[in-house]
């Protein structure tokens, strides 16, 4: 079951309520439309394929920050994977993951206060990650993110796995780093490993191409006295914005390449989605202001524009479109910005089957 879908007399209706009425009932567009029941339903599916495995899925905040979202999530036992203090700020005490190469001190901080963990990315990542432990008094839990060099098979501009990426470690300067975790046992605690190859992944057999050299690692990495638990396989599956009817992997079909390998190390295993998890929840709504002609080219001209949803025009990326734009819900409103001094808009969620007027939600941000 999909949340979007056409009725009948071919209006797009969200959950069954028509698009149309939630426009004529709310005070301004462009607006993001998600379906809360979705939401659910995405995150039943990794729950599922998880299920006789230790595990721990980390929904990747950058994906969308709204707080009602994270607060469904985190109450239906989702975790959180943070890039930034104000987006560990956000999720504090929901059982983090603190990502990134350029952590500040300040944040390392407060993760290690909050008792995160935390991926280490370079040499001067864990510089500042032991100085964050003495600040914070407390020993800080790594996984090491390793940079397994496997191609994802992505766009350039998502993908973060292979050898020349600026992410991660790469094996020759692996032992540098456990001889330094080795001679800091009041500031540092050895977890896990951790590897990201990049967002958009459809093929499941990258993930099992990547687990196994993972556990490889951890292999090396346990002979040497470490007892590390977690196995961390980074993001999600990418969707199916072209609609092309393809069938694509689910977390089951992603969860089932890995499984033996987990249960074979007996790891837990954390993984981190985003998109998979928040992607098709939603659409960004907008109202025609006119139409025009130029040349042999006709326009349709909308009150949305790149300011409320960026990712066509910021690298080519493909969301389907007529009228609203589809599949709107991961890395838009999160990448929304104020440019042509425009208001960031609003978000409005669908909670369940039923007449309108039904429950939406306006965003609700913590201060932050
Ligand atoms: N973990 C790490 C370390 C990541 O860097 C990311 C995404 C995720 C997890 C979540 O990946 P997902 O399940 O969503 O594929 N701005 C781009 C997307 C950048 C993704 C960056 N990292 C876009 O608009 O598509």
């Given at each position: 079951?999909?949340c979007?879908?056409?009725s009948?007399?071919?209006y797009?209706?969200?959950e069954?309520?028509r698009?149309e009425?939630v426009?004529n009932?709310?005070?301004k567009?462009?607006?993001?439309l998600y379906?809360?029941?979705q939401?659910?339903?995405?995150?039943?599916a990794?729950?599922?394929?998880?299920?006789?495995?230790?595990?721990i899925?980390?929904y990747?905040?950058?994906?969308n920050n709204?707080l009602?979202?994270?607060?469904?999530?985190r109450k239906l036992?989702c975790?959180?994977?943070?890039?930034s203090?104000n987006?560990?700020?956000?999720?504090l005490?929901a059982?983090?993951?603190f990502?990134?190469?350029?952590?500040l001190?300040?944040?390392?901080?407060?993760a290690?206060?909050e008792g995160?963990f935390?991926?280490?990315?370079?040499?001067f990542?864990l510089?500042n990650?032991?100085s964050?432990?003495?600040i914070?008094?407390?020993?800080?839990n790594?996984?090491?993110?390793?940079?397994?060099?496997?191609?994802?098979?992505?766009h350039?501009?998502v993908?973060t796995?292979?050898?020349n990426s600026?992410?991660?470690i790469?094996n020759e300067?692996?032992?540098?780093?456990l001889d330094?975790v080795k001679?800091?046992?009041?500031?540092?605690?050895?977890?896990g490993?951790h590897?990201?190859l990049?967002?958009t992944i459809t093929?499941v057999?990258?993930?099992?191409d990547a687990?196994v050299?993972m556990?490889?690692?951890?292999d090396?990495?346990r002979a040497?006295?470490?007892k590390i638990?977690?196995?961390?396989?980074g993001g999600?599956l990418?969707?199916?914005y072209y609609?092309?009817?393809?069938v694509?992997?689910?977390?089951?079909?992603?969860i089932?390449?890995?499984r033996?390998?987990?249960?074979s190390r007996?790891l837990?295993l954390i993984?981190?989605p985003?998109?998979?998890l928040?992607a098709?929840?939603?659409?960004?709504v907008?109202r025609?202001?006119g139409?025009?002609t130029?040349?042999t080219?006709?326009?349709i001209?909308?009150d949305g524009s790149m300011?409320?949803?960026?990712r066509p025009s910021?690298?080519?990326?493909?969301?389907?479109?007529?009228l609203?734009?589809?599949?709107a819900g991961?890395?838009?409103?999160?990448?929304?910005?104020?440019?042509?001094?425009?208001?960031?808009p609003?978000?409005?969620?669908?909670?369940e089957d039923?007449?309108w007027p039904r429950s939406?939600?306006q965003?609700?941000?913590?201060?932050?």
């Amino acid at each position: 079951k999909h949340c979007f879908s056409k009725s009948e007399d071919g209006y797009l209706c969200c959950e069954g309520l028509r698009v149309e009425d939630v426009m004529n009932n709310v005070e301004k567009s462009p607006f993001y439309l998600y379906s809360k029941p979705q939401i659910t339903r995405n995150f039943q599916a990794y729950r599922d394929a998880l299920e006789g495995l230790d595990s721990i899925i980390g929904y990747a905040i950058k994906a969308n920050n709204n707080l009602k979202i994270f607060e469904h999530l985190r109450k239906l036992g989702c975790g959180a994977v943070l890039v930034s203090g104000n987006e560990l700020r956000l999720a504090l005490h929901a059982g983090c993951i603190f990502n990134g190469n350029g952590k500040l001190l300040e944040e390392l901080v407060l993760a290690a206060q909050e008792g995160v963990f935390v991926n280490v990315d370079s040499e001067f990542d864990l510089d500042n990650i032991v100085s964050a432990a003495r600040i914070a008094g407390k020993k800080v839990n790594l996984l090491l993110r390793i940079n397994p060099d496997v191609d994802p098979q992505v766009h350039p501009y998502v993908a973060t796995g292979n050898k020349n990426s600026k992410f991660g470690i790469r094996n020759e300067k692996l032992q540098w780093f456990l001889d330094a975790v080795k001679a800091l046992p009041n500031e540092l605690k050895l977890v896990g490993a951790h590897c990201h190859l990049g967002s958009t992944i459809t093929k499941v057999d990258i993930f099992r191409d990547a687990a196994v050299l993972m556990v490889n690692y951890i292999d090396q990495i346990r002979a040497q006295g470490f007892k590390i638990d977690y196995l961390n396989i980074g993001g999600g599956l990418g969707i199916d914005y072209y609609h092309t009817g393809a069938v694509l992997p689910s977390p089951r079909d992603l969860i089932d390449t890995v499984r033996e390998l987990v249960l074979s190390r007996d790891l837990n295993l954390i993984i981190e989605p985003g998109r998979s998890l928040i992607a098709n929840t939603c659409c960004l709504v907008n109202r025609v202001t006119g139409v025009k002609t130029n040349g042999t080219k006709n326009f349709i001209v909308i009150d949305g524009s790149m300011a409320e949803l960026i990712r066509p025009s910021l690298y080519d990326a493909y969301q389907g479109a007529g009228l609203v734009v589809h599949d709107a819900g991961a890395y838009c409103m999160s990448m929304a910005s104020t440019y042509n001094l425009k208001m960031r808009p609003p978000e409005y969620w669908v909670e369940e089957d039923g007449p309108w007027p039904r429950s939406v939600m306006q965003r609700h941000l913590k201060t932050i």
